[in-house]
């Protein structure tokens, strides 16, 4: 950690306990790259931002590269399986944005880690609020997850901070990235961890979050997003049931499901809900952008002047073509979790999207069991025989239960 005040710049990786050294002998480790070192995808993660030299995120193998194209019927083994092509959209190569909330660090901790970890120029705006540009996944941004931050830098401005995140997360919000950069995002995860870095669970009252932001398959014309939004809604019961949330995010009003009345009315339209009928029923059911899954920003980017009536426009809904995934919790210090796991269970929402008899089925399940009184265990059977072995993307029990298996 950075003991008075932060000793960010351009300089050599420093060794710290086991970062950033390796396990070797050699005098100067084996230090893996964030950029990679074997798959051409990988380097084009740090080479698109002129990198040169290494990053230490202190692993010592890279993950197996994601296949471009799974089997319909199949489980991909990779950790990151690439986003199935869905009906129309051009599929690939689609962009993803990562933000993640944690305790236990630093604004100024987490900067100097992720330097180490990728590289880039850090720059400090004000106290608790860095940017590090040119990285190996471009441009972070890493502050105090509040609006009530401090503008200066002064001692005052740096004692309010470190008051605040004792109960205030600090957030890393990445660039849009490719879906190849993913692991790079992992890594920096896992060193966050290994510092100290404290996730969901680790206080009563964190209730921290990991945002995904997928880009549509069809960000200009949105042809993909009523299916995704459906599937969402219908496997949205069951990932709760697999893997329940911690008591602080149900508590907190950030990622509530989505209303039963929205749900239905998509479950009744089917795989063939068209576009304009589903900012319809958001104009209807959906007031704010606080749930599991966030449809507004895709509204708001698909159709403007449309968006501009809905209750939630000229709030905090920033308008870009893609599906902004609220619902999962960040526990990184958690053994198991990991940016993988949430990846997958988003990436088995995209793959019943992409197969409209399963979706129909899902749909004819949620409408027979609509009226029955404590339908859930119902419900959760059900859906994981409907999904048969694709359930094992999201396995029951969470992380664990997933090892377990």
């Not at 933000?99 to 901790?109: H, K, R």
């Not at 014309?221 to 697999?242: H, I, S, T, V, Y």
């Not at 008591?247 to 009744?268: G, H, K, Q």
């Not at 708001?300 to 002047?305: E, Q, Y």
Request: hydrophobic share 40%.
């Amino acid at each position: 950690m950075m003991n008075g005040g932060p000793h960010l710049g351009p300089r050599a990786p420093r060794a710290r306990g086991g970062e950033g050294t390796g396990r070797g002998n050699d005098g100067q480790g084996r230090r893996a790259e964030c950029r990679g070192r074997a798959s051409r995808p990988r380097r084009a993660c740090g080479e698109r931002f002129g990198l040169a030299g290494r990053s230490a995120c202190m692993e010592e193998t890279e993950p197996p590269a994601a296949p471009r194209s799974p089997p319909q019927g199949g489980v991909p083994r990779a950790p990151f399986p690439v986003l199935p092509d869905l009906p129309a959209g051009p599929g690939a190569p689609r962009m993803v944005g990562v933000e993640i909330e944690f305790g236990g660090l630093s604004p100024d901790d987490a900067t100097e880690i992720a330097v180490r970890c990728l590289g880039g120029s850090p720059a400090k705006a004000a106290a608790g609020d860095w940017r590090l540009d040119g990285s190996t996944l471009g441009r972070l941004k890493i502050y105090l997850d509040t609006a009530l931050r401090p503008e200066g830098t002064g001692f005052l401005a740096e004692t309010e901070i470190a008051i605040g995140r004792q109960i205030v997360p600090v957030e890393i919000v990445t660039d849009p990235v490719s879906q190849e950069c993913l692991p790079d995002v992992e890594r920096l995860v896992a060193a966050l961890a290994r510092a100290g870095a404290e996730g969901s669970r680790a206080a009563p009252l964190y209730g921290f979050g990991l945002h995904l932001n997928v880009a549509l398959a069809d960000p200009r014309g949105g042809a993909d997003l009523p299916r995704g939004a459906l599937a969402f809604a219908l496997l949205e019961p069951w990932l709760r049931a697999r893997d329940p949330l911690d008591p602080s995010r149900r508590i907190l009003p950030f990622t509530a499901p989505f209303p039963p009345a929205f749900a239905d009315a998509m479950a009744e339209a089917g795989p063939g809900l068209a576009l304009d009928a589903l900012f319809d029923l958001i104009d209807a059911q959906v007031r704010s952008r606080n749930h599991g899954l966030d449809l507004l920003p895709a509204y708001a980017a698909l159709a403007p002047d449309r968006f501009a009536g809905h209750p939630a426009a000229g709030g905090a809904v920033s308008a870009r073509p893609a599906y902004h995934v609220r619902m999962p919790e960040s526990r990184l210090d958690e053994p198991g979790w990991s940016l993988s796991y949430e990846w997958r269970r988003w990436w088995l929402v995209e793959r019943v999207a992409a197969d409209p008899p399963l979706l129909s089925r899902l749909c004819a399940l949620r409408l027979r069991l609509r009226e029955r009184f404590f339908a859930g265990s119902a419900l959760v059977a059900e859906t994981t025989e409907a999904l048969g072995s694709l359930s094992a993307l999201a396995p029951d029990g969470g992380p664990q239960g997933g090892q377990a298996g």
